[in-house]
């Protein structure tokens, strides 16, 4: 089965910041969180030789769960100064590289995987879409189809999720983690759940009642004091599965043809790296990359296109 693996973009830029010690180029520029980004890329090339490729970012300016509820990550600091001219860093390195990159103003970069996860496999049922990101919001996208790879620590060590892992891991099935928000909240978000509900009263009233909705029709069999909180915040556990929900129709569409990765532009990569100083990261550049390219530049050389 060929793989499509979409990065998210921010995710793996935050992480890699975090990880790497400052690291600068010829001109004296904070680099680090560029080279960790296109580390971790070459590093799932090469373990997990995906046929596909594309990234997705946040865009700056408000989504929707923004204007649908005002505390919506607020809470969470300003970007390092040092880190924000390296995503656009990031943006130029990838189109030298032909790589395709989402991004939509409104809307996250977790939408846009939702989006495109399940838009692909209905261009080509024999692709198995992997996601990389150290966001678990995203687990909830998990299925027969769609798996995900994790960071764990730094930009290195990664999990494999399927249904099964994260059935083991969180006690909970996949299509559950939007419930199981709406009874916890997220505190990285920024937004409550059920006031006095935890991780495990939500994984109990979840197993036992599957969904969020069902949960709610049957709040006379519960215990007396957990069914008059659930009663209570009835409407911010509404709100909360709302902003937990990841949107599968973002107006983006893929062509998987541009994500082959034997179509990217090799040449391109190495310039890239070469002038970022990358020195290590130029001989990790798979031999699969721009292979389509590189031939059809030599068929048109030799008159054959």
């Keep these: 089965m ?8 921010n995710a793996i830029l935050h992480r890699a910041y975090h990880a790497l010690p400052p690291l ?12 960790g980004f296109f580390s971790m890329l070459l590093t799932v090339i090469g373990e997990y030789s995906p046929t596909y490729l594309a990234v997705c970012f946040d865009r700056p300016k408000p989504t929707f769960r923004q204007e649908m509820y005002v505390g919506y990550q607020q809470h969470r600091p300003k970007m390092s100064d040092d880190l924000v001219p390296q995503i656009e860093r990031v943006h130029q390195v990838l189109k030298q590289m032909s790589i395709p990159l989402f991004e939509i103003d409104g809307y996250e970069a977790d939408d846009l995987i939702g989006t495109l996860s399940v838009q692909i496999p209905k261009k080509d049922d024999n692709l198995e879409v992997l996601i990389l990101s150290g966001d678990r919001d995203l687990l909830q996208l998990v299925n027969e189809h769609v ?50 509900i935890g991780p495990k009263t939500a994984s109990d009233l979840l197993s036992k009642y599957e969904t969020f909705e069902n949960l709610y029709k049957h709040l006379g069999e519960i215990n007396p004091k957990i069914a008059e909180k659930l009663a209570l915040d009835a409407e911010q556990a509404s709100l909360a599965k709302k902003l937990a929900t990841i949107v599968k129709d973002a107006p983006i569409s893929v062509d998987i043809l541009q994500c082959d990765i034997s179509c990217f532009d090799r040449d391109g990569t190495q310039k890239a790296f070469e002038n970022l ?13 721009g292979v389509k390219k590189e031939t059809s530049v030599e068929s048109e050389q030799l008159g054959l296109l």
Excluded: C, H, W
């Design 24 to 35: 600068t180029d010829k001109e004296g520029n904070i680099v680090n969180a560029v080279y």
């Design 277 to 289: 100083g990358f020195k290590s990261l130029l001989a990790r550049i798979p031999q699969s990359l």
């Design 2 to 9: 060929d793989r499509f693996i979409l990065i998210d973009g």
């Design 147 to 196: 798996k995900m790879l994790a960071p764990i620590v730094g930009v290195k060590n990664i999990i494999f999720y399927d249904s099964v892992k994260v059935k083991e891991k969180f006690g909970i099935l996949p299509s559950q983690i939007v419930d199981y928000k709406a009874l916890v909240g997220d505190s990285s978000d920024g937004y409550p759940g059920v006031t006095g």
